[in-house]
């Protein structure tokens, strides 16, 4: 007789759903059979999967309450929305109202609410502002605000104090893995590039600063991520704390460029510093054309592409990495090749027709 009792059943409220990040956690949930999955955003989803989507816009207190609200069985949060806006100091009032109108709403009405875990990212140590202290820890002191990722943690543990539930928060890199219409997606900003310097004829060349060839940095794979995610989410020794979480490797775009182009079957030239977000403006009439020559997938431009953020990561020209053993004192042990990553991501994309 099989004495063991099974594990009860967790329900996970994604925010974010359609997110790089949120849309790769769901995919890590659906594939654990403990866990019940709603997903948030406001585009919704197709619920014929095993996770149901709700259509919400966060900003609006009053729909996220009325939606959220009844969500009495929910255990777990994730959280993983974003608002993008122009500047740093923008970026905080919409992503903190999208944080506290979804705890208000679930918090008071979901009485098995064990956790709740945030998103976050290398801005808490100032990585967006300029050459920052290397390796990154958790322990770093804060920079000079306005930080939106910051204004959200102190949110959430204020209103820990005295409640059941606990929080985690995960600084990832950047993150790469497969998702459309995302304003930070690194792995489709090259790919495309990539794809359209071969339909022109060209060599791939690195458009960031000349710096940032050389710099060190790291990446994180959006599966690696969701397995931290999960478990920081569900392992009492890492209650009400923050994590970086990392490939476990560094590089430098100055060794992996060369075996980008090659996986493209393309040459290198010397890089040549260039805006992605001016020269790539004018390029919707060519991506519509290689859709159709290539047999591909029929999304828009404007869903392939993050111009914007890929100037941003090119433009760093100082080293970029955090120190990713907390994690793995605490129990998390896993590791990904960076170049492997962005291999096997370019294949994915080529499989779903989204390149040719
Ligand atoms: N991407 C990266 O490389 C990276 C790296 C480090 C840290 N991070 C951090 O991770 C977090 C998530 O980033 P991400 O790149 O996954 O973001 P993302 O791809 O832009 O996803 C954001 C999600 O939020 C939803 N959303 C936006 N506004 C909403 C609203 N008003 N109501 C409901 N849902 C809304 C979006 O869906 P709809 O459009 O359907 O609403 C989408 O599902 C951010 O805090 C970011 O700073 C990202």
Redesign the pocket.
């Known amino acids: 007789m099989d004495t063991k009792e099974a594990a009860p059943r967790k329900t996970a409220l994604v925010?974010?759903?359609?997110?790089?990040?949120?849309?790769n956690l769901i995919e890590y949930l659906e594939q654990l059979p403990d866990w019940d999955i709603i997903g948030?955003?406001?585009?919704?989803g197709d619920s014929s999967g095993r996770a149901r989507y709700i259509?919400?816009?966060?900003?609006?207190e009053g729909d996220t309450r009325e939606k959220l609200g009844i969500l009495s069985q929910v255990t777990h949060i994730f959280y993983?929305?974003?608002?993008?806006r122009p500047t740093w100091a923008e970026l905080v009032p919409?992503?903190l109202a999208?944080l506290v109108n979804v705890v208000n709403a679930i918090e008071p009405n979901a009485p098995k609410l064990q956790h709740i875990s945030l998103?976050?990212?290398?801005?808490v140590y100032g990585a967006h502002l300029g050459p920052f202290k290397t390796p990154a820890r958790e322990t770093d002191a804060y920079h000079m605000p306005p930080e939106?990722?910051v204004d959200q943690q102190q949110f959430l543990e204020q209103r820990q104090r005295g409640s059941n539930w606990t929080w985690t928060a995960l600084?990832?890199?950047?993150?790469?893995g497969f998702?459309l219409?995302?304003?930070?997606?690194?792995a489709m900003v090259i790919a495309i590039y990539a794809s359209i310097s071969k339909e022109l004829g060209l060599p791939l060349r690195f458009p960031g600063k000349p710096g940032a060839y050389n710099s060190l940095l790291e990446m994180?794979d959006a599966g690696l991520l969701s397995r931290a995610t999960v478990w920081a989410a569900t392992d009492e020794r890492c209650a009400n704390q923050a994590f970086n979480i990392t490939n476990g490797d560094l590089f430098r775009w100055n060794e992996l460029w060369p075996k980008i182009a090659f996986n493209f079957g393309l040459e290198t030239a010397p890089p040549l510093q260039m805006s992605l977000e001016v020269v790539m403006a004018d390029k919707e009439e060519l991506w519509k054309t290689m859709v159709e020559k290539h047999g591909l997938v029929s999304n828009s431009y404007k869903d392939v592409s993050s111009w914007r953020?890929g100037d941003f990561v090119f433009s760093w020209d100082y080293d970029f990495f955090a120190d990713g053993t907390k994690a793995r004192r605490f129990g998390f042990h896993e590791f990904i090749d960076t170049e492997a990553m962005f291999l096997n991501i370019f294949d994915d994309l080529r499989r779903r027709k989204v390149i040719p």
Do not use: E, H, W
């Open positions: 925010i974010g759903a359609n997110g790089v990040i949120g849309g948030v955003s406001r585009r919704g259509a919400v816009d966060l900003l609006n993983a929305a974003y608002q993008d919409p992503n999208m998103m976050q990212g290398y801005k939106f990722n600084r990832p890199s950047v993150v790469c998702a219409g995302n304003p930070m997606n690194l994180t953020f």
